[in-house]
């Protein structure tokens, strides 16, 4: 059974940061590409940022990019997101997911995903 556990998410004022962190089963975190989203109330999920499995690809939603870094530990089995500068806007449950590695990089879109968390709140208050 793959397992992800998400943590790190809290309450921060705008401008401020958090780092996220994605806990995996180890024997199914080789191989795996990586991925976060986040859903704000009344909103779709969408994809954040994704990491391939061997941590030399990522990719970010352009609203995040140069704010956000994801990376991952292999060796803890872990995936974090960075992030700084938060908005007022990015208030959102922010979700882990994974699947298996085609070669392809990690996809973009919820549905590119097998396995996910169950998600942690992040708040930016003003």
């Known amino acids: 059974q793959v397992q992800l556990d998400e943590s790190g998410g809290g309450l921060v004022q705008a401008g401020g940061s958090l780092r996220l962190s994605c806990a995996a089963s180890?024997?199914?975190?080789?191989?795996?590409?990586m991925g976060w989203f986040r859903q704000a109330p009344g909103k779709a999920r969408e994809f954040v940022a994704g990491?391939?499995?061997?941590?030399?690809?990522?990719s970010y939603a352009d609203s995040v990019k140069g704010r956000f870094t994801i990376s991952r530990d292999i060796a803890e089995n872990t995936v974090y997101l960075q992030m700084n500068s938060l908005k007022l806007e990015e208030t959102a449950i922010y979700y882990c997911a994974g699947r298996i590695s085609t070669g392809s990089g990690p996809p973009g879109t919820p549905s590119g995903y097998n396995y996910w968390g169950r998600g942690t709140q992040v708040t930016v208050s003003s």
């Open positions: 180890p024997r199914t975190f080789r191989g795996y590409d």
């Open positions: 990491i391939n499995w061997n941590g030399a690809r990522t």
